[in-house]
């Protein structure tokens, strides 16, 4: 079992910065890949950046690419997210997600078995 918890979520203006943590706590977890996802209203879930179990490979979505960052310290048992450049777009719940069986970090919604439950971030025009 893996438990979850995001924070850092807001309201912030266009152009600004968040940075989102997510602490985990259960199975060892420097032994597994870390996503984050989020969703808009009205529409799916969509992958935002994941992390290999060491932090040593990431890889972003394309509407976020050169503007978020994810890392992770594994001895804090911690993922996080910078958000640089926010765009009224990037408002969502933002997710957390663990793929136990991953260590190299997944694009794939279904490939995550764990998830938080959610950070709401708002962006205003």
């Known amino acids: 079992q893996v438990q979850l918890v995001e924070s850092g979520g807001g309201l912030v203006q266009a152009g600004g910065s968040l940075r989102l943590s997510c602490a985990a706590s259960?199975?060892?977890?420097?032994?597994?890949?870390m996503g984050w996802f989020r969703q808009a209203p009205g529409k799916e879930r969509e992958f935002v950046a994941t992390?290999?179990?060491?932090?040593?490979?990431?890889y972003y979505a394309d509407s976020v690419k050169g503007r978020f960052t994810i890392s992770r310290d594994n001895a804090k048992n911690t993922v996080y997210l910078q958000m640089n450049s926010l765009k009224p777009e990037d408002t969502a719940v933002y997710y957390c997600?663990?793929?136990?069986?991953?260590?190299?970090?997944?694009?794939?919604?279904?490939?995550?078995?764990?998830w938080g439950q959610g950070t709401q971030v708002t962006v205003s025009s």
């Open positions: 997600a663990a793929a136990t069986a991953n260590t190299y970090g997944s694009t794939r919604l279904g490939e995550y078995d764990y």
């Open positions: 259960g199975r060892t977890f420097s032994r597994y890949a």
């Open positions: 992390i290999s179990w060491g932090g040593g490979t990431t």
